[in-house]
């Protein structure tokens, strides 16, 4: 495993069959069709394979349920475990589309509407799906053959694929769907051509069908060529291959917030004098960055450097960046005080910063020294998912929906404790006297962000409320309390 420690995210997408509808998994009857017409929660599917065979493949719905097809090619969907009929196997097509075929009767699955089965003996276009996946968009991309990262590298103008541990915004990519196919689009928003330049628009040299094999990811260009790092550095560019090996193949993973935390001296916690943690650097650079891994039961949460170690709390309150295991002394619990935060540790006492700078976990109350300002730093570009879907502008008001298929990309912008949301036409967020929230202010309103929950977070609008997502899908800033529509993947 990487010296992230990260495991790759499971594939979730959703798949479009011949008239561009979603399947889709029903909760009465556990019944299935294709009418749906964009990607919602019940148009979800996550691909589990067979351990033994990973040519084989079951498909669980967002019920927990197995897709699954008879002798007779009827298609049902409400098998809880991988019994033989939910056996499948995937049957890529040159234009990147899927077909399924039942590996226990070996027909095809396809079909339209309320018509869907599992009896084609050969493959039309009604038996082929089109992947469109539903992970959160925003990701780190790790090569399998060099077990390496992939970065923007700003002095090359390329992406390259050498990094270690996915350090820093340089790392964050973003996977946008366009028509069928992928871009990949770095954190200053340009796109990787397969000549391995950066463009500042999308197009068809941009554009790839994404392709899976062994549960990995390769993506195919618009010459039939694969992405594959080339060269010391890894540029990531289209090689020769017209097949894809291990040198094709990635998995995407998980990116953590990283964090970078200032004092009440107002200087930055740095690793640069050694194991102990201590507040005196004025610059933010790798030595004062963070990242934050919140434990998804618990929800406490580690605070790793960029050379792999994790915070720990020592003899006498101290604490140093010397664990390289998780335990319950590398836990801390955050405190969300709107623009500050306070850290409980394993102790029970709040990390407090002495005179010389130092941490220590020695306080049993929070007071000025133990309240520190946390930045988040690699989520320039934000795009934020609620359980009904993503934050998009409304097409005819000034407000925002938290429910649609497709995102709109927000600038996060910091300002003392604070952030700043920005749209895409420059304007900022707003909550009106209304409740709702508005993307048309001309001047920037303070907004609290506490990340609270494994890959998710809350935003506070200054009147202390939390940001949710009604019942019609209008997002709103009156959330009195931490509810699951006040929760956003980001």
């Given at each position: 495993?990487?010296?992230?420690?990260?495991?790759?995210?499971?594939?979730?997408?959703?798949?479009?069959?011949?008239?561009?509808?979603?399947?889709?998994?029903?909760?009465?009857?556990f019944k299935v069709n294709?009418?749906?017409?964009s990607?919602?929660?019940?148009?979800?599917?996550?691909?589990?394979?067979?351990?033994?065979?990973?040519?084989?493949?079951?498909l669980?719905s967002?019920?927990?349920?197995y897709?699954?097809?008879d002798?007779?090619?009827?298609?049902t969907?409400?098998?809880?475990?991988?019994?033989?009929?939910?056996?499948?196997?995937?049957?890529?097509?040159?234009?990147?589309?899927?077909?399924?075929?039942s590996?226990?009767?070996?027909r095809?699955?396809?079909?339209?509407?309320?018509?869907?089965s599992?009896?084609?003996?050969?493959?039309?276009?009604a038996?082929?799906?089109?992947?469109?996946?539903?992970?959160?968009?925003?990701a780190?991309?790790?090569?399998?053959?060099?077990?390496?990262?992939?970065?923007?590298?700003?002095?090359?103008?390329?992406?390259?694929?050498?990094?270690?541990i996915?350090?820093?915004?340089?790392?964050?990519?973003?996977l946008?769907?366009?028509?069928?196919?992928?871009?990949?689009?770095t954190?200053?928003?340009?796109?990787?051509?397969n000549?391995?330049k950066?463009?500042?628009?999308?197009?068809r040299?941009?554009?790839?069908?994404l392709?899976?094999?062994?549960?990995?990811?390769?993506f195919?260009?618009?010459?039939?060529?694969?992405?594959?790092p080339m060269?010391?550095?890894?540029?990531l560019?289209s090689?020769?291959?017209?097949?894809?090996?291990?040198?094709?193949?990635?998995?995407?993973?998980?990116?953590?917030p990283q964090?970078?935390?200032?004092?009440?001296?107002?200087?930055?916690?740095?690793?640069?004098?050694?194991?102990?943690?201590?507040?005196?650097?004025?610059?933010?650079?790798?030595?004062?960055?963070?990242?934050m891994?919140?434990?998804?039961?618990?929800?406490?949460?580690?605070?790793?450097?960029?050379?792999?170690?994790?915070w720990d709390?020592?003899?006498?309150?101290?604490?140093q960046?010397?664990a390289?295991?998780?335990?319950?002394?590398?836990?801390?619990?955050?405190?969300w005080?709107?623009?500050?935060?306070?850290?409980?540790?394993?102790?029970?006492?709040?990390?407090?910063t002495?005179?010389?700078?130092?941490?220590?976990?020695?306080?049993?109350?929070?007071?000025?020294?133990e309240?520190?300002?946390?930045?988040?730093?690699?989520?320039?570009m934000?795009?934020?998912?609620?359980?009904?879907?993503?934050?998009?502008?409304?097409?005819?008001?000034?407000?925002?929906d938290?429910?649609r298929?497709?995102?709109?990309i927000?600038?996060?912008?910091?300002?003392?404790?604070?952030?700043?949301?920005?749209?895409?036409?420059?304007r900022?967020?707003?909550?009106?006297?209304?409740?709702l929230?508005?993307?048309?202010?001309?001047?920037?309103?303070?907004?609290?962000l506490?990340?609270?929950?494994h890959r998710?977070?809350?935003?506070r609008?200054?009147?202390?409320?939390?940001?949710?997502?009604?019942?019609?899908?209008?997002?709103?800033g009156?959330?009195?309390?931490?509810?699951?529509?006040?929760?956003?993947?980001?």
């Amino acid at each position: 495993m990487p010296a992230n420690g990260n495991r790759p995210l499971k594939l979730q997408f959703g798949l479009i069959n011949h008239e561009g509808r979603y399947l889709t998994a029903e909760a009465f009857g556990f019944k299935v069709n294709a009418s749906a017409p964009s990607l919602k929660k019940k148009q979800i599917w996550t691909l589990e394979q067979d351990s033994q065979d990973t040519q084989l493949v079951y498909l669980r719905s967002h019920l927990g349920r197995y897709l699954a097809s008879d002798k007779d090619g009827k298609v049902t969907c409400e098998s809880d475990g991988h019994n033989s009929d939910c056996r499948f196997l995937i049957v890529a097509q040159s234009d990147g589309r899927w077909a399924l075929q039942s590996e226990q009767h070996l027909r095809f699955f396809g079909g339209s509407r309320d018509y869907l089965s599992c009896f084609a003996q050969v493959i039309t276009d009604a038996e082929l799906w089109a992947v469109h996946l539903a992970l959160h968009p925003q990701a780190n991309l790790l090569s399998v053959a060099r077990k390496r990262y992939a970065h923007l590298s700003m002095e090359d103008g390329e992406i390259a694929v050498d990094m270690n541990i996915p350090w820093g915004v340089a790392a964050l990519l973003t996977l946008v769907y366009l028509d069928g196919k992928y871009c990949l689009k770095t954190c200053d928003s340009r796109f990787l051509s397969n000549d391995g330049k950066l463009l500042t628009q999308s197009g068809r040299a941009t554009a790839y069908m994404l392709e899976l094999k062994c549960g990995k990811l390769a993506f195919k260009d618009c010459e039939g060529k694969y992405l594959s790092p080339m060269g010391p550095t890894g540029t990531l560019r289209s090689g020769r291959c017209s097949k894809p090996g291990k040198d094709e193949l990635f998995d995407l993973e998980e990116s953590h917030p990283q964090v970078v935390l200032m004092a009440a001296n107002g200087r930055y916690v740095s690793i640069r004098q050694g194991v102990s943690l201590a507040a005196n650097q004025e610059n933010e650079t790798d030595m004062e960055t963070f990242q934050m891994e919140i434990d998804k039961e618990t929800k406490k949460c580690t605070f790793r450097t960029s050379q792999g170690n994790y915070w720990d709390l020592v003899a006498h309150g101290g604490i140093q960046s010397s664990a390289t295991e998780v335990s319950a002394n590398t836990m801390f619990s955050v405190e969300w005080l709107g623009h500050k935060v306070a850290l409980k540790a394993n102790n029970g006492k709040y990390i407090c910063t002495k005179k010389n700078g130092q941490l220590m976990a020695i306080s049993d109350s929070i007071g000025e020294d133990e309240q520190l300002t946390l930045k988040l730093i690699n989520r320039p570009m934000l795009i934020l998912r609620g359980e009904n879907g993503f934050i998009c502008h409304h097409k005819n008001s000034n407000t925002l929906d938290g429910s649609r298929s497709v995102y709109d990309i927000f600038t996060l912008q910091f300002s003392n404790g604070a952030y700043h949301i920005k749209g895409v036409d420059g304007r900022f967020w707003y909550v009106n006297s209304a409740g709702l929230v508005c993307s048309d202010g001309e001047a920037p309103e303070d907004f609290a962000l506490e990340l609270v929950e494994h890959r998710r977070l809350a935003i506070r609008g200054k009147n202390g409320k939390y940001l949710r997502g009604d019942q019609g899908g209008t997002l709103k800033g009156d959330g009195l309390c931490l509810s699951s529509s006040a929760l956003w993947e980001y």
